[in-house]
């Protein structure tokens, strides 16, 4: 991996404002609006419900930063970038590598940011193991949507791109549970939620702070294991492709 494309990348990353305010603000404002309008005082699982509602965020926050790197991606190959790039000393899997890296690393600032938001606004109190299980979990977590990014990033055009991947996020992001809990949602649903790797991911730190709709570590980290696999041979598989076009 080269660590000076790699720091080029999260400074291009943070330069983009409307990056900052989806990736990090508004995870922090959902938990904020949710923990307030749908956790009553009185209620006396309120805690576990302030922490599910965390992990939903947290999920939410993640995904969305790993799959930003789509965008920059799309731009590169229609203005030629990529070709630019494989005449220099940088190789094809350094370049995708720090793409990915960037990615994982842009999690970093919402799993700061919402759980101390979550302590100290609304008092969560969890243990050193449950922490661990839900920040490192869902960090790790975030591997198949940053490779998700990567092939939308190679497969569509810069003009089509935004509207796609913010239609694809919002589709996941309801649909696996980050914003409405799974059994609230009709027969059909509740169906399809498992079938997409967004409800994994909320699996990961929910069983953590709830035995409530979550499925076993073991299970839910060979989910996502697969789909990385999966999504993984795709994206290396579309670059070979672009790389003997040009």
Known sequence: MNLTYTRIEIRRALR???????????????????????VADDDPGKDTATAVIMVNMLAFGVFFAAMSNGGRLATERAAGWQRQLRLTPLTGRSYMLGKGVTGLLLGVPVLVAVPVIAVLANGVSLDG???????????????PFILLGLLIGQLARPDTLQPLSMGLSLVMGFLGGMWIPVDAMPTWMQHLSPVL?????TQLGRGAVTGDLSRGLGLTAAVLAAWALALGALVIGRYRKDSARA
Request: aromatic content about 26%.
């Open 129 to 143: 193991a449950q922490w661990t299980r839900i920040l490192l979990g869902t960090w790790l977590g975030a591997v």
């Open 16 to 38: 983009n404002s409307r990056f900052l305010i989806f990736a990090f603000a508004f995870p922090v404002f959902l938990f904020l609006i949710q923990t307030n309008v749908f």
């Open 197 to 201: 790797p967004s409800y994994w991911l």
